[in-house]
């Protein structure tokens, strides 16, 4: 896939947020971002440069990345109950980057 539809596909995802973020459905905005976009633009480039083994290893590291999305939407919860938006969002960024880091610490030891 060329650079430019992977571009032209965010903004579309970007896009569709923003309509429904408007609508009086506006939660359904937080499933958008997790359509597996961008996922199957990486699980096809992993299969087609390394192959199918790769690509499964690939799909179970991803099951494994649900828990820093946890993380984050549950400190995200709990944070706003105490700071304004733009600090509890920037601490929910820090507690999925700690997570994320973790996970990956540990993924790269066990496998």
């Not at 820093?68 to 509890?88: H, K, N, Q």
Request: proline fraction near 4%; charge should be positive; hydrophobic fraction near 60%.
């Amino acid at each position: 896939m060329g650079l430019l539809l992977k571009a032209t596909l965010g903004a579309l995802i970007v896009v569709l947020i923003a309509l429904l973020s408007r609508t009086k459905n506006y939660y359904i905005a937080g499933l958008i971002p997790l359509f597996p976009t961008f996922a199957l633009i990486a699980h096809y480039i992993v299969a087609t440069e390394r192959g199918v083994e790769a690509l499964r290893t690939t799909i179970i590291f991803g099951m494994w990345s649900i828990i820093p999305y946890f993380i984050y939407l549950a400190s995200l919860w709990f944070f706003t109950g105490m700071m304004r938006v733009p600090f509890a969002l920037i601490a929910a960024v820090g507690c999925w980057s700690i997570s994320a880091w973790l996970l990956i610490l540990c993924w790269t030891r066990l496998h």
